[in-house]
Nanobody, 124 residues
């Protein structure tokens, strides 16, 4: 069992930066593949980034590649999403999620555990 709680969201101007954190509870955090998803009003939840259990492999949606960086600190049971050069279209509720290895990391339904989400709003 893994419980996840996101933090770090807020209001930022276009071009600014934010760092989201996702704190996990549970002794098996380091064995999980972690992902970040986002959902804007009226839209489906979409994949943003993912990271392997060791942190050695990272994956990004094309829309955020080069602007966002995912990382994790297994000693602190925390995964991060550093977001830079933010755009108004990045505004959404951001969720972190955990899944075992071996499933499609881009598909939300493959993840077993979810946090409640944190709101990110980028003003133009």
């Amino acid at each position: 069992q893994v419980q996840l709680v996101e933090s770090g969201g807020g209001l930022v101007q276009a071009g600014g930066s934010l760092r989201l954190s996702c704190a996990a509870s549970g002794r098996t955090f380091s064995s999980y593949f972690m992902g970040w998803f986002r959902q804007a009003p009226g839209k489906e939840r979409e994949f943003v980034a993912a990271i392997s259990w060791s942190g050695g492999r990272t994956y990004y949606a094309d829309s955020v590649k080069g602007r966002f960086t995912i990382s994790r600190d297994n000693a602190k049971n925390t995964v991060y999403l550093q977001m830079s050069s933010l755009k108004p279209e990045d505004s959404a509720v951001y969720y972190c999620a955990a899944k075992p290895a071996g499933r499609d990391y881009t598909r939300a339904y493959e993840y077993d555990y979810w946090g409640p989400g944190t709101q990110v709003t980028v003003s133009s």
